[in-house]
């Protein structure tokens, strides 16, 4: 399962956060993140770039919050 949530939170954070935490703060955050990332990555030309937030929050909540 852990490798799954890994796989999830690379190619869509929310989704890896949420197998993760459920609806806690840090789900919202990384709504949040994903958001804002696209928002001003879509600004500057680089609406890809934008979410490396949003994916280095859900890798890391993912690696650190291991409970299984």
């Given at each position: 399962m852990y490798f799954i949530r890994?796989?999830?939170a690379i190619f869509l954070p929310p989704l890896g956060v949420f197998?993760?935490?459920?609806f806690g703060k840090s789900f919202w955050l990384n709504i949040l993140l994903m958001v804002l990332g696209i928002i001003v990555g879509t600004q500057f030309g680089f609406p890809k770039y934008g979410v490396v937030a949003a994916i280095l929050h859900a890798v890391w909540v993912t690696a650190n919050q291991y409970q299984d």
């Open positions: 890994i796989i999830c197998l993760q935490v459920s």
